[in-house]
């Protein structure tokens, strides 16, 4: 009763270490999230305004680190800062900065990206003209508007630092487990509990990173969703046509107190007049040929 989740073959309980495992994920990916829109932002505006040589170097490292995996990546740099084994605070700055530099070339393409396409606008040629310092066009008009995708990349880029974070404590390369309890750690000693029939160790600190990866994926659809004036668009239209098949007459359906009184208004207006009306005559000649005009038969 004390362990509502069970514990592990050392003892330690299961339903603390799960908790306890999203404070070091939370904390490790906010860090690594920071960093990386940081200096890829920074890289890319300083890429796409200036170009030339600087653009050349930076988008050919960009490149060479994106070609990595980023898993092998991520323990390179953990092996290179930490050794692979550090304490809590020292081992969520490695894994955080490890996590960095795998996902700092995402944001550096994108707001490279939409600098080279906003710096030709008219405002950044007009604020040229009137003798704008460089560090304002970039910070006033250049970084304001090639920053609105941004959230989506976030949350995207967020998803997959869990499941890297897990996969360096899966192979021994994140915190060290006496300074922290992490979940790619326990999924590392689940392993052999499993073989030992203690199969609750796998389960939960799996389900909870399943969770928190799909929870941040829904969050960068739907700010996707926000984003996209086009999906905005799409969306409002199956509104309209909603409408409309709300407002429309189902013949089987019926009818209600306000159409039978619409109904009873409609047949007591005269129709419209024709001219049979005002001269019955007209349809009679066309059966005994009277009333046809001269020379014609």
Known sequence: AEHIWGTTAAGFDVFSRVVWGARTAVIAIVVAVLLSIFAGVLLGLVSGYYGGWV???????????????????????????????SGLWSGILASGISI??????????????????????????SARVVGASTWRIMTKHL???????????LTLNSSEAILTLAGLGFLGFGIEPTAAAEWGYDLNRSVSDVTAGIWWTAVFPGIAIVLIVLGITLVGESLNDLADPRLRARKSAGEVVGSIEDTSVDPNEKPTARNEVIAELDANVDPPATVTDHDPTIVASEWTGEGKPEGKE
């Open 143 to 153: 970084f304001k508007n090639s920053t609105r995708t941004l959230p989506v990349i």
């Open 100 to 125: 960095t530099v795998v996902y700092i070339p995402q944001y550096f393409r994108t707001i490279r990206a939409e600098v080279i396409r906003i710096k030709e606008s008219a405002y950044v040629e």
């Open 55 to 85: 653009d050349r170097i930076l988008v050919m490292i960009a490149d060479a680190v994106y070609s990595f995996p980023s898993l092998l990546l991520a323990i390179l740099m953990a092996i290179m800062i930490s050794h692979g084994q």
